[in-house]
């Protein structure tokens, strides 16, 4: 059987997510320790399976709630918390890790700083791997639990519209989330704070591949005037407003915030920032701003917070971020279960095909400029070779690197 992987929010069917999901349901009832007699639970599905565990950067909430999901289906757990405790710190490649840990394992999750890091794990490991998290690339699993937190609060996600807050150009949670809202047709806002702009790769992606009409806003006032506009006459395209730089003074300008479903939240990703020297107006999401907000919208946020969600507001109904925390043991859950092909899934007949592009292999000594991403890091490269897709774009076609999804701004090796 073809092995699946989840590298990005691409590799799995919008049916699939959705059948995930009603997986997650049944799943989150079965919290408790295993009351089986003789009869085969769901909680041990995975029994006899191992899941190894390899977080490259720190986590709370991904790491425990894969472990607590792999333990609630009955299987094991083997972890690697720190860069420093595997053979990697030795000058072990990624991709011998990936061989080694395939052949103990039975499927792979993993948190790495590079881009692209998980999908060379893929190409190695003989095993699903799943992609917990990718320098500024995707969080994929978060997506998930994003996607089945609006369902669960919402009751839907199709012409929900969704606004994501704060830092997008670092936010892995939010390139991710963005592609996945426009597959299932809801609307977004995109209100980045100065400097923290969604990428316009993405932007442009999501124009090209799901048909979303995309307009830019200059000013907050424009804003209520078009997302109200947009509400009122309930219109299907899936629409996405641009509001560059302008998260610093959305809610100072405002007094009645434009009908909006669901704010995403994100913390400032300073770990990721080049030039550390820049200052940004961030706002905190406090007591005063959600009594702006609409009496049925929520809050969402990957989490963790630092500065920019006020601990005031967590007893209100609306703050879904440690609902949104806590789904994400079902999702990982189902999720296992999906790519072991085990339990709800073990007669799933897989149809889908992730679209397929053209490649471009590295003929002409081009690599991806992308510093983090894995085909540009030298101790890796005797075993990646830069590789792209030959995408079609508004302009003819583009090179997209198939590590890090960038564009490729083209760097020659030789002149
Ligand atoms: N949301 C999230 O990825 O949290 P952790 O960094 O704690 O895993």
């Known amino acids: 059987m073809e092995i699946r992987h989840l590298t990005t929010i691409d590799d799995v069917s919008n049916e699939e997510i959705l059948m995930m999901f009603d997986a997650a349901d049944v799943m989150s009832q079965h919290k408790g320790k295993i009351k089986s007699k003789g009869r085969e639970s769901l909680l041990d599905i995975c029994a006899g399976y191992n899941m190894a565990s390899l977080f490259f950067e720190p ?5 425990l709630s894969f472990e607590s999901a792999m333990h609630r289906l009955g299987g094991d757990v083997s972890s690697v918390t720190e860069a420093g405790s595997a053979s990697v710190a030795k000058g072990e490649t990624i991709a011998d890790t990936a061989k080694i840990i395939g052949s103990y394992a039975d499927v792979i999750v993993v948190r790495h700083p590079w881009e692209g890091a998980p999908k060379v794990i893929a190409d190695y490991a003989g095993v699903p791997v799943i992609n917990a998290g990718d320098g500024a690339h995707q969080h994929p699993t978060q997506t998930l639990t994003d996607l089945y937190t609006l369902r669960k609060e919402k009751g839907r996600i199709e012409g929900l519209t969704v606004a994501l807050c704060g830092d997008l150009k670092y936010g892995r949670t939010v390139h991710s989330l963005a592609y996945a809202l426009a597959r299932f047709k809801a609307n977004i806002v995109l209100i980045s704070a100065q400097n923290l702009d969604m990428p316009d790769y993405i932007i442009k992606d999501l124009g090209f591949r799901y048909g979303c009409h995309q307009e830019e806003i200059v000013d907050v006032g424009q804003a209520l005037k078009k997302i109200n506009s947009h509400s009122q006459n309930a219109v299907r395209t899936s629409t996405i407003w641009v509001l560059s730089g302008l998260w610093g003074d959305f809610f100072k300008d405002l007094d009645e915030i434009p009908d909006i479903d669901a704010f ?3 913390r400032v990703q300073k770990e990721r920032f ?3 020297g820049i200052t940004i107006e961030y706002p905190t999401f406090d007591g005063k701003l959600l009594e702006k907000i609409k009496a049925d919208a929520i809050i969402m946020h990957p989490l963790p917070r630092v500065d920019e969600l006020a601990y ?12 949104q925390a806590a789904y994400g043991v079902p999702v990982r859950m189902a999720l296992i279960s999906f790519l072991l092909s085990v339990g709800p899934f073990s007669d799933f007949k897989r149809t889908f095909q992730k679209p397929q592009f053209p490649r471009y292999k590295n003929r002409d000594n081009i690599r991806c400029g992308n510093p983090k991403c894995i085909s540009m890091q030298e101790s890796e490269s005797q075993q990646i070779t830069p590789e792209f897709e030959i995408v079609p774009s508004d302009s003819g076609s583009l090179l997209r690197c198939v590590y890090c999804e960038r564009e490729i701004e083209c760097q020659l090796l030789h002149a």
């Open 59 to 63: 986590s709370t909430r991904t790491r």
């Open 274 to 276: 080049a030039d550390i």
């Open 264 to 266: 995403y939240l994100t």
């Open 312 to 323: 005031e507001i967590d007893g209100d109904p609306r703050s879904a971020y440690f609902r």
